[in-house]
C-alpha cells in the first residue's frame, strides 16, 4: 500500500511541476537574443582597442562588420514581435489535456508491463522462519566464503563439489574437484567425481579428458562403479559396441544384489540395443549402427554417407555452436572427406562461436589436437 | 522496494521525455511562453527521475540486492564497497542508464545555463534533447533492463569481471560518457537551428561552451581509458586501435574539427553549413560509438545476428536519429546564406586546412573501424585491420595537422601573412631542431623519431609563439608585457596549453615507441634483471589475500647507481567467482619515465615468467591530454565575447596607451 502511495506521489509531484508553467502568470519575456550577443561583441572590440591588442583600423572594419549583423538581427527581432505572440487558449488547454492524460497513462501501461509490484512488499516470512534460517544457497555461500579464507581447505572442495554437482553448475564442480584433487592427493572418489563433472559439462559426452580422469579412479579402485559405467558409455560412445556391452554386463555380473546402480547399467544396455535398432536422430556423434554400415559400404558411397552426415552436423552447428566437440568432430570429418578448405572455415567458425568463453574453446583446441 | 521505485522514476522519465518532445515544439512555432516553459520543466523533471532511478539502482548495489538481475550478475557481497558502486556501470544495463542519466543532466544543464539563449531555440533545444532521450529510455526498458527481478534470490552474486575491478573504471566510463553525451547537445542545436530556419554567428557563441565541456571530458575519458588499459591489460601497450577505444576517438577527432570550425562561424559567420553538418556528425559517431560497443557486433557478427534485440534497437535509434537529422540539414541548408568572406592565407584558412585534416582522419579510423565488420557481415571473412593500417594512413595525415598547428593562431583573420607568421614561428623551428639535435645525441636513430621528436618540440614551442607575440614579449619592458599577458582572453592561454599538449603527446609516443626497453625471460628468486641503467633483483614470490581474490605477489628490489630506490610487486591475482585471473602491473616512476613489471605463470621448475619494460617520458602521453583538457577549460572559462578580423596590434605606441 505504501509503495503504490509512493509511486502515485511521485507521479503527481511530476504532473504537478510540469504543469507549474501552465498556472504562473503568463509573461511574455524575451530573454536571451542574439541582438544582445552582437552589442557584447561591439564592447569587446572596444575592449581590445583599449588594450592595444588591435589597430583603429581594424577595430573599424570589425565594428562594420557586427553592426551589420546587429542590424539584421535587430530587424528581425522587430519582424518577431510585430507577429502577435500566439496566446490561444484553445492551444493550451490541449497541452494540458495531454501532459496530464498522457503522462500517468504512459507510466502505467509501461509499469504494468515490465514491473515487478509484488517485489516491493516485505518478502513473505516463510524465508526468515525457514528451518535453522538457512537455504541451500545460504550454505553454498558459506562454504564459499569459508573457501576464500582457507584456499588451502581441500575437504571444503570435496563438499562443494558434489553439491555444485546437484546444483547443475559443472564447471564450478570440475574446478572444485580439480581443487580437492590437488590439495588431497590422488583419490578414486575424486578422479571419478571429477570425471562425472567433466562428462555434465559436455552434457553427457565422455571426452577424452574424462576419459583419463575415470582410468586414474579405475587404477586407484578397480571397483569404482562410475569409473567402470562412464569409461563403458565412452566405448559405446565410439562406437564399439560390444566392448561396451561386455563393460556393462560385467557390472551387472559382480553386482551386489541390492546394489542401487543396476538400474541406470540396464537401463543404458537397453538404450544402446534399442538405438542399434532404430536410429535416434538427436544422438550427438556418428552412431554406432551408422558406423557400421559405413564399413560395409565402398568408398564412394561412403564419403557420400559420411558427408550426409557431415551436412547435418553442419546445420545443427549452425543452428546451436555452442558445442566445442561438435565443432572438432566437424573439422576432422572434412578433414577425412580432404576438403581442407572447409576445414580451415569450419575452425574459425568454431572459434568464433565459442569465442565467448575460453573454457569452452579451450575444449574445443584439445578435441582438434585429440583427433590428430 | 527501493528497486521498484527506481524502476518507476525510469519510467515516467520516458513519459515526461515523450511529453517534452512534443509540447515545447509546439509553443517555439506558436510563440507560447507558457508552451515553451514545459521543455525547461521537463528537462529539470528528467533529471530528478534519473537521479531517483540511478539512486535507486545504486542503493541496490551497495545492499547487494541479488533480486534484481544485473546485481546478482555483476556484483559479489564481499566486493569492496567502491566496487560495488562502479559495477554498476560496469556492464551494459548499467552503463546505458548512466548513458541516460548523463543525457537527462546535460538537457538540465541546458534548462539551467541557457538563459542567454532566445526563448524559442532553447525550447526547440530541449525537445529534440528529449526525443534522444526517450528513444534510450525506451531501449533500456525494453532490451537491457536494469531493473529486472529474479523470481529466486540467490544468495551470492556472479562477481565484477575482474578486469574491471579497478580504480580506473571508477572514472573512466562516467567521464567518456560526459564526452559522447555531452555531443548531443550540439546535435540537438544543430537540429533546432535547422528546424528554426537561423543560424548565425551568435549560434556558435551559444553552441560553442557545450562543444567545449563535451570535448573536455571526452579527451579525459580517452586519456585515462588509455592509461587504464596501459598498467592493467599487463603489457604496456597504451592504444591498441581497437574498435572500442576508435569508438571514442572517432567523436574527438569530429568534435575537435567542430570546436575549430565554431571558431570561424562565431568570429566571421563563415562555414556555416559545414559546421552545422559537423555538430550532426559528431554526435552521429558518438551514436556510432554506442552501437559498435553495446550491440555485441565485435564479439562477433554472428553473436549480433542471434540475439538481435538490442542492436537492431539501436540501429533504428541511429537511423532515426542520424537520417532524420541528415534528411532535415539536405532540406534546410541550402537555404543558408553564406557568412564573411575570406582569403585561403588567413587564420580562417588555417581552421578550415584543420577541418579538413581532421575530418579525413576521421574518415581513416571510421574506415577501418567498421571495415572489417561490414566485411564480416557479408563474406563471413574474419579479418583484422590493426596498428599497421592506421599507423600507415593516420600518422601522414596528422604530421601536416601538427606542421599547420602553431601557425593558426599567428595569422590574423580574413587576410594573414604567412611570411611574418613563419617569422614570428623561428624560434619555434629552433626549438625543433634543438630536439633532433638533443635525440640525437643521447640517442642517435632512428631518423623517423629524431624528426618526430622536432616535430614536437616544435609545436611546444610555435603554442607559446603566439603568447609571446601578443604579450609583446622581448620587445616591451617586461613587466608591460607580464601585464598585458594577465589581460589577454583566458581562451588564448586555453589554445597555448591544448596545442602544446598536442606536441606533449607526440614527444612521448616517440620517446615510448622508439627508445622503450623491453627484457622478457624466466628468472628464480635471486636473479638480476638489468634494464636502461637499473637493476631489478627477483626477491621471490608468495601469496597473499584480497578482499574478494588471492594473490601471487612477487617482489622485486629496484637498485640504481648501486643504491636501492624501491620495491616493485606485481601480482596475478585469482578471483574464485568467476574462475579468473587478472594481471597486475607494477609501476615505478621515475622522473617521466616508467618502470613496467608484469610476471606471467609460475613455470615447473620454480621461474616465473617476467617482463620487464622501461619507458622514458611515457607520462608525457597522458599529461598532453590533461594540458589539452587544461587547455580546453581556460577557454570554457572565458566569458567574454571576440569579434572578427582584429589582426594583432604591432604598433608599439599604440600598445602602451593605458586601458
Known amino acids: 500500500m505504501v509503495f503504490w502511495l509512493i509511486l502515485l506521489g511521485m507521479t503527481l509531484a511530476t504532473l504537478a511541476f510540469l504543469a507549474l508553467p501552465f498556472l504562473a502568470r503568463a509573461r511574455d519575456e524575451r530573454r536571451g537574443d542574439d541582438v544582445a550577443v552582437y552589442r557584447d561583441q561591439l564592447a569587446e572590440i572596444d575592449r581590445d582597442l583599449g588594450a592595444g591588442r588591435i589597430v583603429a583600423e581594424e577595430a573599424e572594419a570589425s565594428r562594420i562588420e557586427v553592426s551589420r549583423r546587429l542590424l539584421k538581427a535587430a530587424e528581425r527581432e522587430k519582424e518577431a514581435a510585430s507577429d502577435a505572440p500566439g496566446v490561444a487558449r484553445g492551444r493550451r488547454t490541449a497541452a494540458v489535456a495531454f501532459t496530464i492524460l498522457a503522462l500517468p497513462a504512459i507510466a502505467a501501461a509501461f509499469y504494468y508491463r515490465l514491473g515487478a509490484p509484488w517485489e516491493a512488499q516485505p518478502r513473505p516470512a516463510v524465508e526468515a522462519k525457514a528451518p535453522a534460517g538457512l537455504t541451500l544457497a545460504d550454505m553454498i555461500a558459506r562454504v564459499e566464503a569459508h573457501v576464500r579464507d582457507n584456499p588451502s581447505d581441500g575437504r571444503s572442495y570435496e563438499v562443494l563439489a558434489p553439491v555444485y554437482m546437484r546444483l547443475g553448475r559443472f564447471d564450478d564442480a570440475v574446478g572444485a574437484w580439480r581443487k580437492a584433487v590437488e590439495l588431497l592427493g590422488d583419490d578414486a572418489n575424486r578422479q571419478a567425481g571429477l570425471g562425472e563433472a567433466l562428462v555434465g559439462q559436455t552434457q553427457g559426452e565422455v571426452t577424452a579428458e574424462a576419459r583419463k580422469a575415470f582410468e586414474k579412479a579405475l587404477a586407484l579402485d578397480a571397483d569404482s562403479v562410475p569409473a567402470r559405467y562412464y569409461l563403458a558409455l565412452a566405448a559405446f560412445q565410439d562406437g564399439r559396441r560390444e566392448e561396451a556391452r561386455q563393460k556393462w554386463t560385467g557390472m551387472l555380473a559382480s553386482a551386489p544384489s541390492d546394489a542401487p546402480w543396476t538400474a541406470p547399467v540396464r537401463r543404458a544396455l537397453a538404450e544402446m540395443d534399442a538405438q542399434a535398432a532404430t536410429a535416434d536422430p538427436a544422438a550427438p556423434g556418428p552412431r554406432a549402427s551408422d558406423v557400421e554400415a559405413a564399413a560395409r559400404m565402398d568408398q564412394g558411397q561412403r564419403n557420400d554417407f559420411i558427408r550426409g552426415m557431415v551436412d547435418r552436423l553442419s546445420d545443427k552447428l549452425k543452428q546451436n555452436g555452442d558445442d566445442p566437440e561438435g565443432w572438432a568432430r566437424l573439422v576432422r570429418a572434412y578433414g577425412v572427406l580432404g576438403e581442407t578448405g572447409k576445414a580451415e572455415a569450419a575452425t574459425a567458425d568454431a572459434r568464433k562461436a565459442l569465442g565467448d568463453s575460453a573454457v569452452k574453446l579451450a575444449r574445443f583446441e584439445d578435441a582438434l589436437k585429440a583427433a590428430r | ?659
Open chain 2, 1 to 659: 522496494m527501493i528497486p521498484e521505485i527506481g524502476h518507476y522514476a525510469l519510467i515516467l522519465a520516458l513519459a515526461v521525455s515523450l511529453v517534452q518532445s512534443v509540447v515545447p515544439l509546439v509553443g517555439a512555432r506558436t510563440r507560447d511562453p507558457v508552451l515553451m516553459d514545459v521543455g525547461t520543466k521537463g528537462a529539470y523533471a528528467q533529471f530528478a527521475l534519473m537521479c531517483v532511478s540511478f539512486g535507486a539502482l545504486a542503493a541496490a548495489y551497495g545492499q547487494s540486492d541479488f533480486s534484481v538481475a544485473a546485481v546478482y550478475e555483476n556484483s559479489h557481497s564481499m566486493m569492496p564497497a567502491i566496487y560495488k558502486f562502479t559495477s554498476l556501470w560496469g556492464n551494459h544495463e548499467g552503463s546505458m542508464l548512466l548513458w541516460v542519466m548523463i543525457l537527462a543532466l546535460f538537457g538540465a544543464l541546458v534548462a539551467a545555463f541557457g538563459a542567454n539563449v532566445p526563448t524559442s531555440l532553447k525550447a526547440t533545444v530541449l525537445a529534440v534533447q528529449s526525443w534522444i532521450a526517450a528513444f534510450f529510455y525506451l531501449f533500456i526498458l525494453v532490451t537491457s533492463n536494469p531493473f529486472m527481478r529474479l523470481a529466486v534470490v540467490p544468495a551470492q552474486g556472479r562477481d565484477l569481471n575482474p578486469i574491471l575491478q579497478d580504480p580506473g573504471l571508477a572514472i573512466h566510463p562516467p567521464l567518456l560518457y560526459v564526452g559522447y553525451v555531452g555531443f548531443s547537445i550540439s546535435f540537438s542545436f544543430a537540429v533546432a537551428a535547422l528546424i528554426e530556419g537561423r543560424i548565425d554567428a551568435a549560434w556558435a557563441r551559444w553552441v560553442r561552451p557545450w562543444v567545449l565541456l563535451a570535448w573536455i571530458f571526452l579527451t579525459l575519458g580517452i586519456a585515462m581509458g588509455s592509461y587504464w588499459a596501459y598498467y592493467t591489460l599487463g603489457w604496456g601497450g597504451w592504444w591498441f586501435w581497437d574498435p572500442v577505444e576508435n569508438a571514442s576517438f572517432m567523436p574527438w577527432l569530429a568534435g575537435t574539427a567542430l570546436l575549430h570550425s565554431a571558431l570561424v562561424m562565431e568570429k566571421r559567420e563563415a562555414l556555416k553549413v559545414w559546421t552545422i553538418l559537423l555538430a550532426i556528425l559528431t554526435f552521429s559517431l558518438s551514436l556510432i560509438g554506442t552501437f559498435i560497443v553495446r550491440s555485441g557486433v565485435l564479439t562477433s557478427v554472428h553473436a549480433f545476428a542471434s540475439d538481435p534485440a538490442r542492436g537492431v534497437f539501436i540501429l533504428v535509434i541511429l537511423l532515426l536519429l542520424i537520417g532524420g537529422a541528415l534528411a532535415l540539414y539536405a532540406w534546410r541548408a541550402p537555404t543558408l546564406r553564406q557568412g564573411g568572406l575570406f582569403a585561403p592565407i588567413s587564420r580562417e584558412g588555417a581552421l578550415v586546412l584543420n577541418n579538413l585534416l581532421l575530418s579525413t582522419a576521421c574518415a581513416t579510423v571510421f574506415v577501418g573501424t567498421l571495415y572489417p565488420l561490414a566485411l564480416e557481415a557479408v563474406t563471413g571473412a574474419k579479418i583484422s585491420v590493426g596498428a599497421p593500417f592506421f599507423n600507415l594512413t593516420f600518422a601522414p595525415l596528422f604530421v601536416p595537422i601538427l606542421i599547420a598547428t602553431p601557425f593558426g593562431p599567428l595569422l590574423a583573420w580574413k587576410r594573414g601573412d604567412l611570411a611574418g607568421a613563419s617569422q614570428r614561428l623561428m624560434f619555434a623551428f629552433l626549438a625543433g631542431a634543438l630536439g633532433v639535435l638533443v635525440a640525437f645525441a643521447l640517442q642517435g636513430k632512428p631518423a623517423v623519431a629524431l624528426a618526430a621528436i622536432g616535430l614536437g618540440f616544435y609545436v611546444v614551442a610555435g603554442s607559446v609563439a603566439e603568447l609571446i607575440e601578443r604579450v609583446g614579449l622581448f620587445r616591451v619592458p617586461f613587466t608591460t608585457a607580464m601585464n598585458r599577458a594577465g589581460g589577454l582572453p583566458r581562451s588564448t592561454w586555453g589554445t597555448m596549453f591544448a596545442h602544446a599538449g598536442l606536441g606533449l603527446t607526440l614527444i612521448g609516443i616517440v620517446c615510448e615507441t622508439a627508445w622503450g626497453l623491453e627484457t622478457i625471460g624466466a628468472y628464480k628468486p635471486g636473479d638480476t634483471i638489468p634494464i636502461g641503467g637499473y637493476e631489478l633483483k627477483y626477491e621471490g614470490i608468495a601469496p597473499r589475500q584480497g578482499p574478494n581474490f588471492t594473490a601471487d605477489v612477487a617482489s622485486f628490489a629496484v637498485v640504481a647507481g648501486g643504491a636501492r630506490i624501491g620495491i616493485m610487486e606485481p601480482s596475478k591475482r585469482a578471483f574464485a567467482a568467476r574462475g579468473m585471473n587478472t594481471s597486475e602491473a607494477a609501476l615505478m616512476t621515475r622522473g617521466l619515465g616508467q618502470l613496467y613489471v608484469a610476471i606471467g605463470d609460475v613455470n615447473p621448475d620454480k621461474t616465473t615468467t617476467v617482463r620487464v619494460y622501461w619507458k622514458p617520458f611515457v607520462l608525457l602521453i597522458w599529461i598532453g591530454g590533461l594540458f589539452m583538457a587544461f587547455g580546453g577549460t581556460l577557454s570554457l572559462s572565458d566569458r567574454r565575447l571576440r569579434v572578427g578580423a582584429p589582426k594583432l596590434a604591432r604598433n608599439r605606441a599604440r600598445a602602451e596607451t593605458p586601458a
